[in-house]
């Protein structure tokens, strides 16, 4: 797991700030999944439905959120 360095703690504390779900696609799900975190936190933080989430994971940490750039 060389490549977790904490991003994803980013992006949980997204969701806990915001309430918002996030969109991710399938490869990231499937990558975040892998990690140890509890299904339901995965569930209420995670969507791969881009039509159920205002934020949209892309790449590393990449995120558009409401139509503006962030990271």
């Known amino acids: ?31 975040l999944s892998c990690l140890g975190y509890s299904a339901q936190l995965m569930r209420d933080t995670f969507t791969t439905d881009p039509g159920e989430a205002a934020a949209a994971v892309h790449g590393q940490l990449s995120t558009r959120l409401l139509g503006s750039e962030l990271g």
């Open 1 to 31: 797991m060389a490549a977790v360095i904490g991003k994803e703690k980013i992006l949980f504390a997204v969701h806990r700030s915001t309430g918002l779900r996030l969109y991710v696609d399938e490869t990231k799900w499937g990558v």
